[in-house]
C-alpha cells in the first residue's frame, strides 16, 4: 500500500496565491482492487486556468485537479497492463486508484521526448494549432499577433503562424523569453510589454495592421490590438490571464470590433476535435523537422508544485511549465 502526498487547496486566494494557501497532505492509497488500476503520476501540467479555480471550482481541503501523466503499477483489469502511460486530470497528487474512467492510453512518439505529449503535441499545442487555424481561419501570409508569445501555447501558436507565410509579432514579459523568441524562433517582431507599453510597441511593430489577434492575455493587450486590426480581422479569445488574478480586466474600445468587422470570439479545445488527428500528423511532423521549437520550465517534487503555479502566474516559466513527480 504506498503512501501519496497531495496537494490541497486550504484557503482561497485573493490576488497572487500564497504559499499559505496550499498544504502538502500525504494520505494512504488502498492497492488496485477487482476492476481497478493504481498509477503513479511522472509529471503534472501546471496552467493558468487552475487560478480561476481557486476562486470557484476547486473544493477547499480535498486535493487538487489538473492534467497528468502518468503509469500504470498495478492493474487488476484487462483494460491497462502495468507500464501503461496514462493521461489522466488528477495532477498535485503522487498516486491514485481508478477505475479507468478519465484515463486516456497514450503510445508516445519514439522520436520525441516523453514531456512533448504534454504541451506542443498535447493539449497546449492543440489549443494553439485549432485556435489559430479554425476559429481565427488564418490564412497564409496574414498579419498575425500573439500575446504570451513565450508561453506553451503562445509559442506554438507563433511558430504555427511562421509556418504559415505570415508576418508574426510576439509580446512576452521578459528579455530573455523576447531574445528566444526573436533570435531562436524568428518571429519578425518582440515586444517585451514589461518595458514597452504595449499600445505603442505594437502600433510601431504591425505597420500593415493585424489581421488575426490570438489573445491569451485581454485587458491591455486586447484593447492595444483592436486599435490597430484591419476590416474583417479575427480575435480568437484563448485566454484572459492578465484578469485571472484580480477577477477584472477591463477593454474599453471594444465598439472598435463594428466598423472593422471585426470577429471575436472565445473557444476552447473541444470545439475543434475533429482536427485532433491533423494536428497530430502536422505537430509531429514540425516538431522532428525543427519547424516547432519549444521550451520547458519543469520544477521537481509535488511539494513544488504550489511554487509552479504561482511561478507560472508570475511568468517564471519558459515555455511550459511542468512538474516532474516521479522517473
Ligand atoms: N481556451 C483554451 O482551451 C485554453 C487552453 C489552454 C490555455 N488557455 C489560455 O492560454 C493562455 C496561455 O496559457 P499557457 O498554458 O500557454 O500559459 P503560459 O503562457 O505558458 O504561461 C502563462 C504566462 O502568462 C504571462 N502573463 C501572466 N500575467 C500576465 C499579464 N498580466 N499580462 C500579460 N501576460 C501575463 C506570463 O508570461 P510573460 O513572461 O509573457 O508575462 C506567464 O508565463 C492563458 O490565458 C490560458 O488560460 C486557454
Same mark, same amino acid.
Given at each position: ?82 507500464? #501503461? ?13 481508478? #477505475? ?110 493585424? #489581421? ?80 516547432? +521549437? ?29 512538474? +516532474?513527480?516521479?522517473?
Amino acid at each position: 500500500m504506498p503512501k501519496s502526498r497531495e496537494i490541497h487547496l486550504v484557503g482561497r486566494p485573493s490576488g497572487m496565491p500564497t504559499d499559505a494557501n496550499f498544504a502538502l497532505v500525504e494520505r494512504d492509497i488502498a492497492d488496485a482492487a477487482d476492476g481497478q488500476v493504481l498509477v503513479q503520476n511522472l509529471y503534472m501540467s501546471v496552467d493558468p486556468a487552475m487560478r480561476p479555480r481557486l476562486t470557484a471550482g476547486q473544493e477547499l481541503n480535498e486535493a487538487m485537479g489538473g492534467g497528468a501523466l502518468g503509469r500504470v503499477v498495478q492493474s487488476k483489469t484487462d483494460a491497462f497492463q502495468v507500464g #501503461d502511460l496514462v493521461s489522466n486530470r488528477l495532477g498535485f497528487r503522487e498516486y491514485f486508484v481508478s #477505475d479507468g474512467k478519465g484515463l486516456t492510453k497514450l503510445s508516445p512518439d519514439p522520436d520525441l521526448p516523453l514531456t512533448v505529449h504534454m504541451h506542443a503535441l498535447g493539449g497546449t499545442g492543440f489549443t494553439a494549432y485549432g485556435g489559430l487555424l479554425h476559429i481565427g481561419g488564418l490564412k497564409d501570409g496574414e498579419q498575425v499577433f500573439v500575446s504570451t508569445a513565450g508561453g506553451a501555447v503562445g509559442s506554438v501558436a507563433a511558430q504555427i503562424a511562421k509556418i504559415k507565410g505570415c508576418y508574426v509579432v510576439g509580446s512576452t514579459g521578459s528579455d530573455d523569453k523576447a531574445a528566444w523568441l526573436r533570435d531562436e524562433v524568428g518571429l519578425d517582431a518582440v515586444i517585451n510589454y514589461k518595458t514597452q507599453p504595449i499600445r505603442k510597441a505594437l502600433e510601431e511593430a504591425t505597420p500593415k495592421g493585424i #489581421d488575426v489577434y490570438f489573445d491569451n492575455v485581454g485587458g491591455d493587450h486586447l484593447e492595444a490590438a483592436l486599435r490597430r486590426m484591419n476590416t474583417l480581422g479575427r480575435i480568437p479569445v484563448c485566454g484572459f490571464i492578465s484578469g485571472y488574478n484580480s477577477g477584472h480586466s477591463p477593454v474599453s474600445n471594444l465598439s472598435n470590433i463594428i466598423y472593422s468587422r471585426v470577429m471575436l470570439r472565445g473557444f476552447v479545445a473541444p470545439d475543434f476535435m475533429h482536427l485532433y488527428g491533423d494536428f497530430q500528423r502536422d505537430m509531429a511532423g514540425w516538431l522532428k523537422a525543427g519547424r516547432v +521549437k519549444y521550451q520547458e520550465t519543469i520544477r521537481e517534487g509535488i511539494a513544488n508544485a504550489p511554487h509552479a503555479l504561482i511561478g507560472l502566474l508570475g511568468g517564471e516559466n519558459a515555455g511550459k511549465m511542468l512538474v +516532474k513527480l516521479a522517473e
